[in-house]
């Protein structure tokens, strides 16, 4: 398939995205007045986040479905066959979980490794549904890579902000942290 081509069908979920931004943003108002803004924005980021990303995995398609199962091959074939589509499929595989994996240690004291578990894990399950509900999608073992790389990338570029493994909060000053 041509880049270009079945752009459209994502249409509705970018649309639904852009117009939930500002319900979350209302979501994170409010709980920042018992959370602080900081463990707010990053319980949206953990739950809203990944929603869009969940629902275009999950789109049907009309095509066979199939399932990839060695990341080698996959990338040696798509740099070789059509090098610019893998280029951006492959980054925009570092997406999907990325404010989850973001988030996560900044809202709750999780080590970078349970960030890398959990969302290899919820990868891995929506691999699993993509293949088994017959919804005409590649599966691909190179996804799950791709997509636990994202939020464990995304989990250290927010590193200065986690929780102390201890748990104690530190809320910005004049917030209330997590009782």
Not at 73 to 85: I, L, N, Q, S
Not at 88 to 115: E, K, S
Request: hydrophobic share 55%.
């Amino acid at each position: 398939m041509h880049m270009g081509i079945g752009w459209g069908r994502w249409i509705p979920v970018v649309a639904v995205a852009v117009v939930c931004v500002p319900v979350a943003l209302v979501f994170v108002a409010l709980r920042a007045r018992r959370n602080g803004w900081k463990y707010s924005l990053a319980e949206s980021a953990v739950v809203l986040g990944p929603i869009p990303w969940v629902w275009m995995i999950l789109t049907p398609l009309h095509q066979p479905r199939e399932f990839l199962w060695n990341p080698i091959d996959e990338a040696v074939t798509g740099v070789g066959e059509r090098p610019v589509f893998f280029t951006v499929q492959m980054l925009a595989n570092l997406l999907p979980f990325a404010t989850l994996g973001a988030g996560l240690p900044v809202r709750w004291p999780v080590p970078l490794w349970a960030v890398g578990t959990f969302a290899a894990l919820f990868s891995a399950t929506l691999e699993f549904l993509q293949y088994a509900l017959y919804l005409g999608r590649t599966a691909s073992v190179a996804d799950v890579l791709l997509n636990t790389s994202g939020a464990i990338l995304a989990a250290l570029l927010t590193r200065p902000w986690w929780r102390t493994r201890a748990g104690a909060p530190t809320p910005a000053a004049g917030t209330v942290g997590p009782r």
